[in-house]
């Protein structure tokens, strides 16, 4: 299943490869500036399509992506910028407080913990596995979103089927091999966008549609 789904995102042109978290920071500033963005981008990325967490994240480094940029910015103006991200008034609030903590308690970087990354207002578990393996080039775990959390569940990599993504998280980390825990979330997100949507997924054109368990054939 795995080496078939590896052929299916061989062309990486889903919507996370060419807008996904790991493009939305800009490369070229000082480290501590870029894992901030990328900590931002997966903020911003919750229960809201790549498209517009991109364009909303090209928005916020015309104005200069910083923690101090963001700690002297009002609220109104950080909302208009980040406009139309889901949930995007709760994300202003989210990203003050977080923001803020990180210049009084980590000299303007990012934690580089899982532990102390959830603490962070608006960051959970997916978000914090995500910034430790693209900021911070670490692997803590294996990012389980709703894309991981559907398609591990389809394909029954999961003993028995789990109902939240932490819960697909700690079924899959017992078994998978932890040299492929990095490339999961990014195989799979993609794969779930094109091909295994949540809702009438295009089984006739998957190559596992003989050996998929929820396959409509």
Sequence with gaps: ???????????????VDEMGV????????????????VLLSLMLSSQTKDQVTSAA???????????????????????????????WRNKVKYIKQTTAILKQKYGGDIPRTVEELVQLPGVG????????????DSVSGIAVDTHVHRITNRLKWVKKETRYPEETRVALEDWLPR????????LLVGFGQQTCLPVNPR???????????AAKR
């Design 57 to 87: 994240m090209l928005r916020l480094r015309q104005h200069g992506l910083t923690v101090d940029s963001i700690l002297q910015m009002d609220d109104a103006t950080l909302g208009q910028i980040i406009y139309p991200v889901g949930f």
């Design 22 to 37: 790991q493009k939305c920071y800009d490369s070229s500033a000082p480290p501590q500036v870029m894992r901030y963005q």
């Design 125 to 136: 578990p997916k978000m914090a596995h995500l910034a430790m393996n693209i900021a911070w």
């Design 203 to 213: 089984c006739n054109e998957c190559l596992n549609q003989d050996i998929c368990p």
């Design 179 to 186: 040299d492929l825990w990095r490339e999961i979330n990014w």
């Design 1 to 15: 299943q795995l080496e078939r789904i590896r052929e299916m995102r061989r062309n990486r042109d889903a919507p």
